[in-house]
C-alpha cells in the first residue's frame, strides 16, 4: 500500500500528514517525541511504503486545516482511512460527533458508545487515535473539568479548544 506523506506547518507546530488512495490515514504533531516510531510502527501495520508523491487527500486536509486555524471551518469533510480495531474505531466515531465548541468527559465519551464502565479503555484509545484534530481527541477533557492526557501537549489541547470556544 503507497502511503503519501506531507509535512506542513501550522500555528501549533509542524504537522505530519499521511493519506493512501482511500483517505487521510495519519495526522499528528512531527515534534512529539515518539512521533517517528508511531509514524514507522503504523506504517508497518498496514503494510505500506512512504511516498512524497502528491495526494488529493493531502491537498484537501491542508486547505481544510488552514480553514479551520483560521476559525473559517467548523467541521472537516476530507475523506478517512482509519485503521484500527473495532472498539477503536468506535471510540474514534465517537469522538467525530462531539461538535466543534464543545467538549465531554473520558467518562460522558464511555457512555456515549454504551460502555460506562470503559472510561480507561475509552482513554487509552483516545491515545492512539491516528488522526488528531480531524478526529478531535482533543474534545475529551477530565470529569472535573480539566484538560487531561493529549499526546500533542497539554497547551495544544488548549489552544485547539480556545479556537473553537471564539
Same mark, same amino acid.
Request: with cysteine; charged share 25%.
Given at each position: 500500500?503507497?502511503? +503519501?506523506?506531507?509535512?506542513?506547518?501550522?500555528?501549533?507546530?509542524?504537522?505530519?500528514?499521511?493519506?493512501?488512495?482511500?483517505?487521510?490515514?495519519?495526522?499528528?504533531?512531527?515534534?512529539k517525541?515518539t512521533?517517528?516510531?508511531?509514524?514507522? +510502527?503504523? @506504517?508497518?501495520?498496514?503494510?505500506? @511504503? @512512504?511516498?512524497?508523491?502528491?495526494?488529493?487527500?493531502?491537498?484537501?486536509?491542508?486547505?481544510? #486545516?488552514?480553514e479551520?486555524?483560521?476559525?473559517?471551518?467548523?467541521?472537516?469533510?476530507?475523506?478517512?482511512?482509519?485503521?484500527?480495531?473495532?472498539?477503536? =474505531?468506535?471510540?474514534?466515531?465517537?469522538?467525530q +460527533?462531539?461538535?466543534?465548541? @464543545?467538549?465531554?468527559s473520558y467518562?460522558?465519551? +464511555?457512555?456515549?458508545?454504551?460502555?460506562?464502565?470503559?472510561?480507561?479503555?475509552?482513554?487509552?484509545?483516545?491515545?492512539?487515535?491516528?488522526?488528531s484534530?480531524?478526529?478531535?481527541c482533543?474534545?475529551v477533557?477530565?470529569s472535573?473539568?480539566?484538560?487531561?492526557?493529549?499526546?500533542?501537549? #497539554?497547551?495544544?489541547?488548549?489552544?485547539?479548544?480556545?479556537?473553537?470556544s =471564539?
Amino acid at each position: 500500500m503507497q502511503i +503519501s506523506l506531507k509535512k506542513i506547518d501550522s500555528p501549533i507546530g509542524i504537522l505530519n500528514i499521511a493519506a493512501t488512495e482511500d483517505g487521510i490515514c495519519w495526522l499528528d504533531f512531527a515534534d512529539k517525541p515518539t512521533a517517528e516510531k508511531r509514524l514507522n +510502527s503504523f @506504517v508497518k501495520k498496514l503494510n505500506g @511504503v @512512504v511516498t512524497n508523491n502528491n495526494n488529493l487527500h493531502i491537498n484537501e486536509l491542508e486547505i481544510q #486545516l488552514k480553514e479551520y486555524f483560521e476559525g473559517k471551518r467548523k467541521q472537516f469533510t476530507v475523506k478517512l482511512f482509519i485503521e484500527g480495531t473495532p472498539f477503536q =474505531k468506535e471510540v474514534w466515531a465517537a469522538l467525530q +460527533s462531539i461538535p466543534y465548541g @464543545v467538549t465531554r468527559s473520558y467518562k460522558e465519551q +464511555s457512555t456515549a458508545i454504551n460502555k460506562p464502565k470503559a472510561v480507561r479503555a475509552v482513554a487509552n484509545a483516545n491515545g492512539m487515535n491516528p488522526i488528531s484534530i480531524v478526529v478531535p481527541c482533543h474534545r475529551v477533557i477530565g470529569s472535573n473539568g480539566q484538560l487531561t492526557g493529549y499526546g500533542g501537549g #497539554l497547551y495544544r489541547k488548549k489552544f485547539l479548544l480556545e479556537l473553537e470556544s =471564539k
